[in-house]
């Protein structure tokens, strides 16, 4: 085995979502996102973010717990080049963003989608 342990790589994280198809196109609209795949008939939406690993939305069923506003969960990163620059962005583009957080090694903000889950832009210090 490799050195990620049992798996060979992280090939989607998923977000879910009240409505995939309102939920999709604010991810078109606000982020630039394109999908790279739309499964309308199992309420799953498949973004390339870039690198290996895809962002899945999949559409809450019935029988699922619903999300709880600001309960603690796992939520995606994005690295990108120029946090300040995604940060006025996405703020002209009325996303509600949190401001610049500044570590040691990296700058960014958290962000909230349609259905208010939480995602983070994050860029690496420079020389990190």
Not at 84 to 113: G, S, Y
Not at 120 to 126: G, I, L, N, Y
């Amino acid at each position: 085995m490799s050195g990620t342990g049992v798996f060979r790589s992280l090939a989607t994280v998923v977000v879910r979502v009240a409505d995939v198809e309102a939920a999709a196109a604010w991810y078109r609209e606000k982020l630039g996102l394109e999908a790279s795949s739309e499964h309308g008939d199992a309420h799953r939406c498949v973004f390339d973010v870039g690198g290996t690993t895809s962002l899945t939305l999949r559409q809450l069923e019935r029988a699922d717990v619903p999300m709880v506003p600001g309960a603690a969960t796992s939520y995606p990163v994005f690295a990108v080049d120029d946090v300040d620059e995604v940060w006025r962005t996405l703020r002209e583009r009325d996303v509600l963003v949190e401001p610049i957080v500044e570590r040691a090694t990296e700058r960014c903000f958290q962000f909230l989608d349609l259905d208010g889950n939480r995602l983070e832009a994050r860029q690496a210090a420079s020389g990190g």
